[in-house]
């Protein structure tokens, strides 16, 4: 029998990201166009990129002692604010964004992780 390889919890709500992000970028290309599309895409990959280096983070931190793996939390916690902040920065300077679009990828894919710790 061929061994199953488990999906972890994270991994898990990672590609339900993904799927979101997919989704509503399908969504809007779909009601108004590319153009529209282009904002939710990138509010979406904010949530997501950031919660990828949280989860590297934390990866890291798996066969540390207590201590040393809440110092982990705290860098992975920091490196995330950064980032989105760093990427929403940047984000807001691309001519044509927009902003209520923006901020519905954003939290679309950021409520993926919400519901997921409801139900799981």
């Known amino acids: 029998m061929a061994a199953r390889a488990d ?64 110092h982990y939390f705290y860098i992975a916690e920091i490196a995330k604010i950064i980032l989105t902040i760093l990427l929403f920065s940047i984000f807001f300077q691309i001519p044509g964004v927009q902003l209520l679009y923006l901020m519905l990828g954003y939290v679309a894919v950021l409520s993926v992780h919400w519901l997921a710790l409801i139900l799981w």
């Not at 969504?27 to 509010?43: N, Y």
């Open 7 to 70: 999906v972890s919890t994270v991994n898990k709500i990672l590609i339900l990201q993904v799927l979101v992000l997919f989704l509503a970028v399908a969504g809007f290309l779909i009601a108004g166009g590319w153009k529209d599309a282009l904002s939710p895409g990138l509010g979406g990959l904010i949530a997501l990129l950031a919660n990828v280096v949280f989860a590297y983070w934390v990866q890291l931190a798996s066969d540390k002692p207590p201590r040393e793996m809440l």
